[in-house]
């Protein structure tokens, strides 16, 4: 369901809220990402004018008070980004489940002057927070009443302010796409996973993965979908009463089918039908005892909690910091608490209440055993990705009956490799086939497309792709311009009905150009679709491409690594060029995800001033006790000040002060293995795909059988656009397209530029992302996730 709501651009200023204050504090199980998002909110307060205070050891700390809230200030979060779990601590308090220990907590604020709280954690602290919110005019009442708060006081803080950000690699808050910690937790058990492969595949094995999720199975069905892995056990979709039977006969088919090695993945609050346990122990007595298989169990338990936040948690911790101070600083006594979450891409603000209660509908329907209610009530993306997950491991295709739809289509990739595109090939060839089509892959691109380096793909074709890195299609640049006449005849000599490109800005400027000849050629007047996949994310009609989160996430470990390095020695400032043509993506974002002190892009002049300024900055840091310094440079930000001529101003105007060193980090951001987020995205992208594919069969059917489109709609890019997945004629993109330097002419993430001003410490005035939805609206999206 599309929202309504109009987004009106609202810039804030520095000091815009002097003299206010608010306390920050993380509850529940820790989660990575935590750190990023305590740094955002404090940084965002001092940017306002306003007082900052942690309280250590969440709702523990506030019961008790004393030294457990403290005033925070900006050095207090230095160096934390990159740093799992939270560095104020975090607990689960039982005094916070009784009206005595809220009343303490409530005395304890009170006496400090708190009435704004920003709460990070879990669906618990949530819940928690919503009834202290609740309770909280009752609670001064009986304050007063034992006299240990005063009338004044009372009617000073009559209302508590609760702003809500998820933490929790659960993912099981209704209201958010992704909780702050999640694609971490993916990255841990996806690490985990493709290491079990290779032993497994030696000794013939088969797994058990036991992954957290005491309530939800988030975490197994995504690690299911980006592992491939044979077998899932989910709390909300329990395992029929006759699992044994269909888990040993999947497992055995695969084994006759020549699969050396089986993974299941069990989540640890996996139920059958009778809400009965199903553990991991279980699941392997039943593999030994039918299947006599050499079979072991890892539990991988906190490892999935710690680590080092992924680049997506940090910069979500970073965006929902920020605007959960501002959503603070915004309310009033009329205002209902909200939760700052993610939508598709979309900042929002949604209704605490909304959220917990329709969070505790899932618990519900789950205890009535009402399973379908409980998957519906995840949301739209996770009842599909289940559908999309359990069709995908499917071993053969459904054997048709009748008629099938017998479509022919064809994908290739034109471009760079990027991380994803193994998988959304998998993805696309399993969805076609298991609708009935023949699907071709046409192997090096445009030129393979012309030698003829076309082969049909069965469903085993593409097994294992999906963790698999680069292209195992093959890719190259080449454009099909003057080759028109060649590509024409072979689509009329594989009989294509259908073409997918995914690849880069090549692959879409590509596809417009066959598109734009369709009057000459009545070969190209079939259904086209291009799914971006580059690590520059420099494709128009989408926000997100396909390896640019694998990119981001190579060149964030890297600027880690970097500054690790100067630890322990004197004073040094990096300078580190990232790829990504014209396009400042890579820079700003790991700009954002690794605290870096600047970004400079082409899509931001710069002047000489600007960075005698951000040196002169960089030296008064320096001169307070700042260690290391960070800089990033888009490898095209500018002809003349290049990286080199960076790294020597500041060498040269830090003399005394700082060392510099340089690094240029070339194609090993291109990264090795795709991460959870860019293997589901191709996943799901793919599939979204065949969909249209169909759709746009069964609209531009003559009345001989054949397929003839000439209008612009059967010729799109797919993208994530704002809060949703998206196709869009390649046509419209044009007016949106610079194509000199090979860069959309707007950019969503340009916006986050004064943020990471704000959060080095530069003046910026901040424009605020988010928008206020229902927790209803906010479900029915399609989540990128
Ligand atoms: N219904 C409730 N009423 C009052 N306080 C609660 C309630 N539920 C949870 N809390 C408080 O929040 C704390 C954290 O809750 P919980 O242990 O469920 O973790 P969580 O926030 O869901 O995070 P995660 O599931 O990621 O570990 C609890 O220890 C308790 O102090
Ligand atoms: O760290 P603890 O208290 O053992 O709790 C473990 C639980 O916390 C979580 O990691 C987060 O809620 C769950 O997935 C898991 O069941
Ligand atoms: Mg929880």
């Not at 987004?7 to 990023?36: P, W």
């Not at 695969?254 to 069990?266: D, F, P, S, T, Y």
């Not at 209902?336 to 959220?355: F, K, W, Y």
Request: hydrophobic share 40%; aromatic share 8%; net charge neutral.
């Amino acid at each position: 369901m599309a929202t309504t709501t109009t987004v009106k651009q609202r810039f804030i200023e520095r000091g815009s809220h002097k003299g206010k204050g608010l306390a920050v504090f993380t509850s529940g199980g820790d989660s990575q990402g935590m750190n990023a998002a305590v740094r955002a909110c404090v940084r965002m307060a001092i940017y306002l004018g306003c007082k900052a205070y942690f309280i250590r050891e969440g709702y523990q700390g506030m019961v008790d008070g004393g030294d457990n809230i403290v005033e925070a200030n900006w050095a207090s979060v230095s160096s934390i980004i990159h740093r799992g779990g939270t560095v104020i601590g975090s607990a689960r308090c039982m005094d916070f489940k009784q009206r005595a220990g809220r009343l303490k907590a409530a005395n304890n604020l009170i006496q400090r002057g708190i009435s704004n709280l920003v709460v990070i954690g879990g669906d618990g602290s949530l819940t928690g927070a919503n009834l202290f919110r609740q309770e909280w005019s009752s609670l001064l009442d009986e304050l007063l009443k034992n006299g240990q708060i005063t009338e004044e006081q009372k009617t000073k803080y009559a209302v508590l302010h609760i702003v809500g950000m998820v933490g929790s690699i659960d993912n099981d808050f209704c209201g958010t796409d992704m909780t702050i910690g999640t694609d971490s937790a993916l990255h841990r058990i996806i690490e985990a996973i493709d290491a079990i492969v290779s032993t497994a595949y030696s000794h013939q094995r088969t797994f058990i993965m036991e992954v957290m999720g005491r309530h939800c199975g988030y975490l197994a069905l995504q690690a299911g979908m980006s592992s491939g892995s044979d077998y899932i056990f989910i709390p909300e979709d329990p395992a029929r009463e006759n699992w044994r039977e269909m888990l040993c006969e999947k497992l055995l088919q695969e084994r006759n089918a020549g699969q050396r090695l089986n993974i299941i993945i069990v989540a640890e609050g996996a139920i059958d039908r009778d809400g009965k346990p199903i553990s991991a122990e279980d699941i392997k007595k039943v593999v030994v005892d039918k299947l006599q298989q050499d079979t072991r169990i890892t539990v991988l338990g906190h490892v999935q909690r710690g680590g080092n936040p992924s680049a997506f948690d940090r910069v979500l911790g970073c965006r929902m910091g920020a605007e959960a101070t501002l959503a603070l600083m915004e309310a009033t006594s009329e205002s209902v608490p909200v939760v700052v979450s993610l939508d598709g891409n979309q900042a929002v603000r949604v209704p605490l209440m909304e959220c917990v209660e329709r969070t505790q509908a899932v618990a519900k329907a789950m205890a009535d055993k009402n399973w379908e209610l409980a998957v519906k009530l995840r949301g739209r993306s996770f009842e599909r990705n289940l559908e999309t997950y359990k069709m995908l491991t499917r071993l053969k295709p459904p054997k048709r009956e009748g008629q099938v739809s017998g479509y022919r289509l064809a994908v290739m990739h034109i471009g760079a490799p990027a991380c994803g595109m193994n998988a959304a090939v998998r993805s696309f060839v399993r969805n076609c086939i298991y609708r009935g089509d023949t699907v071709f892959g046409i192997h090096d691109g445009i030129e393979g497309l012309i030698a003829g380096n076309i082969k049909e793909m069965g469903w085993s074709d593409v097994t294992g792709w999906v963790g698999q890195g680069g292209a195992f299609l093959g890719t190259k640049r080449t454009l099909p311009e003057c080759k028109f006449n060649e590509i024409a005849a072979r689509l009329k000599e594989f009989k294509i009905q259908g073409l997918l490109i995914i690849g880069g800005f090549e692959a879409y400027h590509a596809c417009g150009q066959i598109a734009d000849q369709r009057a000459n050629f009545p070969e190209f007047c079939i259904p086209m679709a291009v799914i971006p996949s580059t690590i520059s994310n420099n494709v128009p009609g989408t926000e997100f491409s396909l390896g640019c989160d694998t990119g981001l996430n190579e060149i964030t470990e890297i600027c880690d690594r970097i500054r690790q390095s100067a630890q322990g020695t004197k004073r040094r400032v990096f300078v580190i060029e990232t790829m990504g043509g014209y396009c400042g993506y890579l820079a700003t974002l790991a700009g954002l995800a690794g605290g870096a002190d600047a970004a400079y892009i082409f899509e931001e002049k710069f002047s000489i001033k600007d960075l005698q300024q951000d040196v002169y900055h960089m030296a008064s840091k320096m001169a307070e006790g700042v260690q290391r310094g960070l800089i990033l440079r888009n490898e095209k930000a500018s002809e003349n000040y290049n990286t080199d001529f960076i790294y020597r101003l500041y060498s040269e105007e830090g003399k005394g002060l700082f060392s510099c060193r340089m690094n240029i980090l070339g194609h090993m951001q291109q990264g090795g293995s795709p991460t959870p987020f860019d293997r589901n995205m191709g996943t799901k992208m793919a599939a979204k795909c065949v969909d249209w594919f169909s759709e746009q069969f069964k609209n531009n059917k003559q009345a001989d059988g054949t397929i003839k489109c000439t209008n612009k709609e059967s010729a799109v890019l797919l993208g994530i656009v704002r809060r949703q997945y998206r196709f869009t004629p390649l046509a419209d993109l044009i007016a949106e397209t610079n194509f000199e330097q090979r860069i959309p002419k707007t950019q969503w993430w340009l916006k986050l530029r004064p943020l990471l001003r704000i959060l080095a410490k530069h003046d910026s005035a901040y424009e605020e992302e988010g928008l206020y939805i229902t927790v209803e609206e906010e479900c029915s999206t399609d989540a990128v996730a």
